[in-house]
């Protein structure tokens, strides 16, 4: 009998002894396996696609880069005896029509703009400067960041309109204070605008600010541009 429970006692050490080798024979390469998929995978970073740098409507007209001499302008009426390129008129009237049915008035006070006219408020501006006692060189200086020259216009791409508000059509900062100003600054971006020259971006744009100065950019642009608070120049120099 006690020889029995030895041979009993020693096929299970025996079957025990495999059971525990094959137990941890299995579970080394799963504890592996287990290591490897634990390891934390950081998640992919979203990509911006690259725009299309060379689309129209991303065209970089500032003091630095005057309208290309072959540029041409697919002008569309927009009212108030303004014109529009063809190619923003669509976003343009959508969003005006947007405001007014909030009970807005904006006026298209300013649109394309061909080199002579651009010369003649170029020119009146001096002007103006001068007779308040500027000299001709500070004069042209100081003209040249309120009045861009001749050829470096966004109004020559038919792309950049000048918006008012209807009951204040004064160009200066009070115009930022607007029903229609308020309104744009926060909408135009959905049909393709941006402002263009925002405060406290003069020495990237040129351009003093100018809450009233609109540019049609497309949808892609126009969105990153106002949800990271930059300019036309800076959005341009993150692809280039
Ligand atoms: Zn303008």
Not at 13 to 32: A, G, H, K, N
Not at 165 to 189: C, F, I
Request: aromatic letters at 10%.
């Amino acid at each position: 009998m006690k020889r029995k429970l030895l041979q009993i006692g020693a096929v299970a050490l025996i079957l025990l002894s495999f059971t525990v080798f094959d137990f941890s024979d299995t579970v080394e390469p799963d504890d592996s396996a287990e290591n490897t998929l634990s390891v934390p995978t950081a998640a992919p970073e979203p990509v911006a696609a690259t725009p299309n740098l060379d689309a129209p409507e991303l065209i970089l007209v500032n003091r630095w880069n005057a309208i290309p001499d072959d540029y041409t302008v697919h002008e569309i009426a927009a009212g108030n005896n303004q014109t529009v390129d063809k190619l923003c008129y669509d976003a343009l009237m959508n969003m005006l029509g947007d405001c007014q049915a909030e009970g807005l008035e904006p006026l298209v006070c300013s649109g394309y703009r061909d080199l002579a006219l651009q010369t003649q408020l170029y020119e009146n501006k001096i002007a103006r400067l001068v007779s308040t006692g500027f000299s001709r060189g500070d004069a042209e200086s100081r003209a040249g960041t309120e009045v861009a020259y001749p050829g470096t216009s966004e109004h020559h791409t038919g792309l950049a309109v000048d918006l008012v508000d209807m009951n204040y059509q004064g160009l200066d900062e009070a115009q930022e204070q607007t029903a229609v100003q308020q309104w744009l600054m926060k909408n135009s971006w959905k049909y393709g605008f941006i402002l263009r020259y925002p405060n406290g971006k003069s020495d990237i744009t040129g351009i003093i600010y100018e809450p009233w100065h609109y540019r049609y950019v497309g949808l892609d642009a126009a969105g990153a541009i106002y949800e990271q608070g930059i300019c036309l120049e800076e959005y341009l120099a993150q692809y280039k």
